[in-house]
Nanobody, 117 residues
Framework: QVQLVESGGGLVQAGGSLRVSCAAS????????MGWYRQAPGKQRELVAL???????NYADSVKGRFTISRDNAKNTVDLQMNSLKPEDTAVYYC???????????WGQGTQVTVSS
């Protein structure tokens, strides 16, 4: 079993910044990717940012230049620094982990990010 514990998030005004963090623990055979997805009310869950083994990163077009993902392989943690936040960034943010073994995926419980206009 893999546990993903998220922290951070909260309420911020448009233009502000927030940071969400995630720590993974449990039986992990090797992490292929860690990152963040989000789900706004009435919408599908979407990729926000992903940090892959080897150092490459992927970002949703809507957050490029505003969000930065950082991953600590030694600590099995991943952070998402969110700057210049917009009301449309309001969503529940979920930590995501994919292992090399059978591409097993794990999800955090989610943390609310609310951006007021």
């Amino acid at each position: 079993q893999v546990q993903l514990v998220e922290s951070g998030g909260g309420l911020v005004q448009a233009g502000g910044s927030l940071r969400v963090s995630c720590a993974a623990s449990g039986t992990i055979f090797g992490i292929d990717a860690m990152g963040w997805y989000r789900q706004a009310p009435g919408k599908q869950r979407e990729l926000v940012a992903l940090a892959k083994s080897g150092g490459s990163t992927n970002y949703a077009d809507s957050v490029k230049g505003r969000f930065t993902i950082s991953r600590d392989n030694a600590k099995n943690t991943v952070d998402l620094q969110m700057n210049s936040l917009k009301p449309e960034d309001t969503a529940v943010y979920y930590c995501y982990l994919r292992q090399f073994l059978m591409s097993k995926e794990s999800w955090g419980q989610g943390t609310q990010v609310t951006v007021s206009s």
